[in-house]
């Protein structure tokens, strides 16, 4: 009796470890369906590859979770798609121990992914449920962001300059205050346009007073709201 207590698993965590085999194996085609679309920086892959998406989602949604797909959360948002989140980062050029500020918190995922990848992740949401439960979460999960509930249109100056910027929700304007946060040599990726689609714009500060902007693909995100965003 004793001994087929020390050879078998209880049956629970047999289908623990299915499911978590299940997801992983959907991570991997995530991953591969990504790269098919254009994503090649392989450590943007691996972090979407080792975060588990379906955790930052109502359970409800799961099954959706890996997906390219946005998803909604609480408070009328969204997780975004995981090919927008992989496009941003690619974007940003992270390396280990950049600063990183995101302004849009939402689920936490996109500070997970750019935590995963070595940054030192600050960001911002402005509503308090979201931020108190990416908080707990982001905790849980052991990845250490910094975050802050506030209107992120005018960055946060206290850990200013960074190396780069993400606004994960769509800007009417380039936010002004958020390029003079921004290190020499730093980027800022945003999504610019009306409320219905937006254009994905990069600017690099190359040097204290010069900028350059770079315009890129089409995408569609809630809407950035705040002093510099959407009133
Ligand atoms: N990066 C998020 C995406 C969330 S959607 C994720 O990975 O899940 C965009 C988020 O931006 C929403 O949660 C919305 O509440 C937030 N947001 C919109 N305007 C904001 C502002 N001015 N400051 C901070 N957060 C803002």
Not at 130 to 159: E, I
């Amino acid at each position: 009796m004793i001994y087929l207590f020390l050879t078998h698993d209880p049956p629970g965590l047999n289908h623990e470890r299915n499911y978590q085999r299940k997801f992983s194996q959907r991570r991997n085609e995530l991953v591969e369906g990504i790269r098919e679309k254009g994503i090649g920086d392989e450590q943007v892959l691996m972090a979407i590859q080792a975060v588990p998406r379906h955790l930052f989602m109502d359970t409800a949604l799961e099954r959706k979770a890996y997906e390219d797909t946005a998803l909604p959360i609480s408070c009328g948002q969204t997780i975004s798609q995981p090919f927008t989140v992989a496009a941003q980062t690619e974007l940003l050029e992270v390396k280990k121990g950049s600063k990183i500020l995101e302004i849009g918190t939402g689920s936490g995922y996109q500070a997970a992914i750019l935590c995963h990848m070595g940054a030192e992740v600050y960001s911002v949401e402005r509503h308090e449920f979201l931020y108190q439960n990416a908080k707990k979460l982001l905790s849980t999960l052991g990845y250490r962001a910094t975050l802050k509930l506030g209107d992120g249109t005018v960055g946060w100056s206290a850990y200013a300059p960074y190396d780069g910027i993400v606004v994960t929700a769509g800007a009417p304007v380039v936010p002004e205050d958020l390029i003079g946060q921004l290190k020499i040599g730093g980027m800022l990726v945003v999504p610019v346009g009306s409320q219905k689609s937006q254009q994905m714009i990069r600017v690099i500060r190359e040097s204290e007073e010069s900028f350059r902007e770079e315009k890129l693909q089409n995408f569609k995100f809630v809407p950035l709201i705040g002093e510099k965003g959407w009133g």
